[in-house]
């Protein structure tokens, strides 16, 4: 999809209104590189395709072929004909809107969407690249109508659309009366969905002087500003209106707008020159700067210190970034930018496609109406009504309040305050007492990189270089799932010692510390409700309910349950029986419950045992298919967090959900008893509105074809369901070297069986090196090629996408990625 070649600079022109000069002004800015071109000193033949340097396209054109822009074009760059070529892709007869015109000749070529039409402009400009054998060269492509002209297939209109290209824009102003507004309007449309303004020209009025106003507004805001003097009317003949015309477009080209020498439409050719060039040396120049200037997070700088390891992210649109890698000097006739799905889906934030639409006019509107104004004892609308929301939806039945943070790690932290204060307050412990407590967890959880968060996990590599870290807590090594050679299995995980499994359960391989347990279907593995009545059930709350009672008799003393619901992420996309999870909360509540000298008739609303917090950070709002883990483990938390997805991927926000009863723990007549935690953008009010569009998109969506590929549906159509096929699941599971595989909801996670597994592991690492190589491409044409890139996580390769991927996008992955790990048992 990325179209940056060193060689041939590509401008879109796009109009802020019908009937403002679009093509006018388009031809005269060919001309004018067309004549730059033929004065320089040939070296090939001088006929022929190969002089062809000057490309223009009109994607989509309506009206008469006699009246058309290409022909247009065709008629007033013929003193360049032997430079210049023109295409059209789509041509309706009907002068009126496309996608109205298309309707009324069905018998007309006509895309299948409008990403083939995007393709198709796509290969039009990587063939024309291909004719200039080296040599530079420029192209132009024309929209239709206005910045908002309908497209195609509606509801889109070409500026969402053409979006994908993300190509250099040139802006056409409107001199009429009204056409100051209908060109700031048609700027800040474009700005908003990401477009680069590289320069603005205008025809000159002498009575609305509409460019006096509009030079001065875009050369505030660096853009560079062309009046061009106005064509001559049309009277007479066509002959010598096209005398006249031609004679316009020769003054033009070697004057300025005032009439001085100097050519305006010149100098604008020229400036479309060096502002490519100056994008190329930026795209360059960053790598280095980037070196010398940024601390990354999680990169060791001393393993990762060339121009070549450095990726700079261009753009992003759906699920893909186009990006440069200076692996090696660019060829002319290789694009600079290659497209790459986001596989670690912007280390899991992206959930909506990046540069979604609706999220990105949200945050607009927002940013417009409030820029950020203080929450404590206020509320505006878009934080008011976001808690409504997540109330309603996330925390149905039994939050009642929202705590906003900035991001997850925060929102953990508000958490652990939250549930610490009220079991204290439950408990009776004060003061320096409190600090003795601690948290009951998952081993491989992982909640965040500010201190306390750490705390509230296992030593990992993570948090054991960090010299105020200090393990609260006992982490309990919680079973797993995957497919394993292609059945569904539990797999016991160490160092937790387990006693043998009953009879009716254990296989013939199974030890004390060591065994796994396979199901005939995966629903049956998450289908809780019924499992808590299993012989396993009774062995998990039998086995955390004896490792708690030696804990106590240790004197550990507890504050909290915290739970990765259903996969621990960061652990290792490590998917945890949810069984296991489900038992670990009724045990920690039941027990703890007994010990509570409160614990007599108090109101069943209120919390028990022990504060339970779900840490929904990565895995909540439909990650996995799900909206809440409450509605898969059958059990409500009293707490729960949610951040990355929350915003959809756009910005940073996070959302603490308590129940009733732990927010009374805060209540009393002095200030210090209330929770004493914020920091300044506590419930940005853009951040609030886009989570809450970001909520609204998904909220109806029904995600069928995934579900078919896994057999849910019918009547009540719950059960687990993935965007990657089940049977694509099943066979990767079985290949030589791969541990174990699961997929849910969006996430593949892929075990590689290598002895030096872990986080610390490369060979993960390795892997995704080689598959970044492959290029993904689309059978039937009905998405563009691209690579897949993600990050490792030690042994384990783990893919996500966005909840709006399609199943071709889908399967062509599974495709690449089957062939790299068959060829990798091979090589």
Excluded at 130 to 152: C, D, W, Y
Excluded at 801 to 809: D, E
Aim: net charge negative; charged share 20%.
């Amino acid at each position: 999809m990325p179209l940056l070649f060193p060689n041939l600079r590509i401008s879109q022109v796009f109009g802020a209104n019908t009937d403002v000069g679009k093509t006018l002004l388009t031809t005269a800015l060919l001309r004018a590189t067309a004549a730059q071109y033929t004065n320089e000193t040939e070296t090939s033949s001088a006929s022929g395709p190969s002089r062809k340097r000057v490309f223009y396209l009109k994607p989509v054109s309506t009206g008469p072929d006699e009246e058309s822009d290409v022909n247009f074009v065709e008629r007033y760059a013929a003193p360049y004909q032997d430079v210049v070529t023109t295409k059209n892709l789509y041509q309706y007869r009907e002068p009126m809107s496309p996608h109205l015109a298309a309707q009324l000749a069905p018998e007309l070529p006509f895309p299948s969407s409008n990403d083939e039409l995007v393709d198709g402009v796509e290969r039009y400009a990587r063939t024309s690249q291909q004719r200039l054998g080296g040599k530079r060269g420029a192209m132009f492509i024309e929209t239709a109508g206005g910045v908002h002209s309908p497209s195609l297939h509606p509801p889109h209109t070409q500026s969402t659309f053409l979006r994908a290209l993300r190509l250099p824009s040139v802006l056409i102003a409107s001199p009429h009366l009204g056409g100051i507004s209908t060109t700031v309007s048609s700027y800040e449309s474009l700005i908003i969905r990401g477009y680069t303004i590289s320069a603005v020209l205008c025809l000159h009025h002498s009575y609305y002087r509409n460019h006096s106003f509009l030079r001065q507004y875009f050369q505030d805001r660096g853009i560079r500003f062309f009046t061009v003097r106005p064509p001559p009317k049309k009277h007479g003949t066509v002959l010598e209106d096209t005398v006249r015309l031609n004679q316009w477009y020769a003054d033009v080209e070697q004057l300025s707008s005032e009439g001085e020498s100097g050519g305006v439409i010149r100098d604008a050719a020229l400036w479309l020159e060096e502002d490519h060039d100056a994008r190329i040396q930026e795209l360059e120049g960053m790598p280095e700067r980037t070196l010398k200037t940024i601390w990354w997070p999680f990169t060791q700088h001393d393993l990762v210190n060339k121009r070549e390891d450095v990726m700079v992210v261009d753009s992003a649109f759906q699920d893909n970034f186009d990006a440069y890698y200076a692996k090696a000097p660019v060829k002319s006739n290789d694009s600079m930018l290659n497209s790459y799905m986001d596989g670690s889906a912007s280390w899991f934030t992206q959930s909506h496609g990046h540069a979604a639409e609706p999220l990105t006019i949200a945050a607009a509107s927002a940013a417009g109406r409030y820029g950020h104004v203080l929450f404590p004892s206020g509320t505006n609308k878009p934080a008011l009504d976001l808690a409504e929301k997540l109330v309603s939806t996330v925390g149905a039945g039994w939050a009642e309040r929202v705590f906003y943070s900035d991001n997850g790690s925060t929102a953990v932290e508000v958490a652990l305050k939250m549930a610490l204060r009220a079991s204290a307050r439950r408990y009776g412990w004060t003061g320096e007492l409190g600090g003795d407590v601690g948290i009951i967890g998952l081993r491989g959880g992982y909640h965040g990189d500010t201190i306390g968060a750490m705390d509230a996990a296992e030593a990992s590599s993570y948090n054991t270089a960090v010299d105020w870290y200090k393990g609260r807590g006992h982490w309990f090594s919680p079973p797993t799932v995957q497919y394993i050679r292609g059945v569904p299995t539990i797999r016991s995980t160490s160092p937790d010692s387990w006693d043998p499994l009953p009879s009716s359960l254990a296989p013939a391989s199974s030890t004390s510390d060591s065994w796994e347990i396979a199901f005939s279907d995966l629903q049956d593995v998450y289908n809780v409700s019924d499992r808590l009545t299993s012989p396993l059930a009774t062995y998990y709350r039998n086995h955390i309910r004896s490792t708690l009672e030696r804990l106590a008799g240790e004197g550990r003393r507890f504050g909290a349950l915290i739970l990765e619901p259903i996969c621990l992420g960061a652990g290792g996309m490590a998917f945890v029986d949810p069984l296991f999870q489900a038992c670990l909360v009724e045990v920690v509540r039941a027990k703890y419950s007994s010990e509570s000298v409160s614990s007599k008739d108090r109101p069943s609303s209120e919390w028990c045992g022990l504060p339970v917090i779900y840490d929904e950070v990565f895995s909540g709002l439909n990650r996995f298919g799900y909206l809440a883990a409450s509605s898969v483990l059958s059990h409500p938390p009293d707490i729960s967090t949610y951040a990355k997805i929350l915003t959809g991927g756009l910005l940073p926000l996070a959302a603490t959900l308590a129940s009733k009863s732990i927010f009374e723990a805060f209540l009393s007549s002095s200030k210090r008893d209330a929770l004493l935690h914020g920091h300044s953008y506590t419930a940005h009010p853009v951040g609030c509105a886009v989570a809450l569009r970001a909520i609204e998109m998904t909220e109806g969506m029904e995600w069928k074809t995934e579900k078919e590929l896994w057999g849910v549906g019918g009547k009540d159509n719950v059960g687990r369901w993935s965007f990657w096929d089940k049977g694509f699941v099943m066979s990767l599971s079985g290949v030589k070297g791969v541990k174990g595989v699961m997929a849910m909801g969006t996430v593949l996670g892929i075990e590689l069986d290598v002895a030096d597994g872990g986080y610390t592991s490369h060979a993960a690492l390795d892997f995704l090196t080689d598959l970044r190589k492959e290029i993904v491409f689309s059978p039937k044409g009905e998405f563009s090629s691209f690579q897949i890139h993600s990050r490792p996580l030690g042994n384990v390769v783990y893919l996500m996408t966005s909840l709006y991927t399609s199943p071709s996008v889908m399967r062509a992955m599974e495709e690449v990625l089957g062939k790299k790990f068959r060829e990798r048992v091979t090589s």
